[in-house]
């Protein structure tokens, strides 16, 4: 591409297209307007300047070394922020107070409270509990599931309080205590069948009358029940369901009954206050609760 000399008797030349006059500069023989800058853009930058100064002065915008400056309207986010949240606690704790005494039969009773205190419920849950069983409850590898219709301890509400308040395996001195021991003594072939037959428990595919039954009976049963149906509130799941806490494969089986497993849960009675531990026991026993009625 070439470019022509600019040909000062071009200069204010009326293009007869656009009828803009030209700048006399020719580009491979294309004449260059002179088009006048859009009104509607200069008043877009002024209206833009002028909002900026209003904006200067009436809100916090310059800094000056370790604070700023705090605008004619003396506007405070974080202080608006402090005080929402404090006018939040206060309604909250209108409600909340309900639930210092451990009446659950009442509290449950009360179907405008629970409805009111349910969505709350679930915030507390997502932010102290779901990181370990999971958004939904559901649990996961070395966490139980809360959602279904099995429990270590007890699904009954003043339970699962307790259970809350105190930890498993915590540090509390009155925790809940729970520990499937090593059964490294037993030989790795007759360890090996019994991990079979323990994951063949959830689809009702083990031989009762195989040794490995009566080995279950013998050593197991006290913890996990006869069958490994669980449910004697000792801290042994079930083993004939699917929502296995470490996993229910040969391997996985194997691999418990050879080291042990000891979980931990904390006690969070030195997190969460008598009102929020009664809520939350209420919210959990209501989700093994949705769960049971689903599967009728």
């Known amino acids: 591409m070439t470019r022509d000399r600019p040909n000062a008797h071009g200069a204010g030349e009326i293009d007869p297209v656009t009828g803009y006059e030209t700048t006399g500069h020719v580009w491979n023989g294309i004449r260059e307007l002179n088009t006048p800058f859009p009104r509607i853009v200069i008043w877009a930058l002024a209206l833009t300047f002028t909002y900026a100064v209003i904006a200067w002065v009436l809100l916090p915008a310059w800094p000056l070394g370790r604070t700023h400056t705090k605008g004619v309207l003396g506007l405070d986010q974080g202080a608006a922020a402090v005080a929402g949240y404090h006018e939040l606690a206060a309604r909250r704790q209108d409600w909340l107070t309900r639930f210092a005494t451990p009446d659950f039969a009442a509290l449950q009773a009360d179907t405008g409270l629970m409805r009111l205190a349910m969505p709350a419920a679930a915030r507390l849950f997502a932010d ?17 599931d809360l959602a279904d219709s099995t429990w270590l301890w007890g699904g009954d509400p003043k339970t699962v309080a307790e259970t809350v308040r105190l930890g498993i395996n915590g ?23 019994l991990a079979a037959y323990v994951a063949a428990l959830p689809g009702g595919h083990s031989d009762p009358d ?15 029940g006869e069958g490994g149906t669980g449910g004697l509130g000792s801290g042994a799941p079930s083993l004939t369901d699917r929502s296995v806490i470490y996993g229910q494969d040969i391997s996985t089986v194997e691999r418990t009954l050879k080291t042990g497993r000891q979980g931990v849960m904390p006690s969070w009675n030195r997190r969460l206050s008598e009102e929020q531990i009664n809520l939350l026991a209420l919210y959990v026993s209501r989700l093994s609760a949705t769960a049971s009625q689903g599967r009728e």
């Open 210 to 224: 195989s040794p490995e039954a009566a080995f279950f009976s013998e050593n197991c049963a006290a913890c996990h």
């Open 128 to 144: 102290n509990c779901a990181a370990c069983h999971g958004p939904r409850a559901t649990g996961g590898p070395g966490f139980p």
């Open 171 to 193: 540090t509390d001195p009155d925790t809940r205590f729970a520990q499937m021991p090593s059964f490294d003594w037993v030989d790795h072939s007759e360890r090996r069948k």
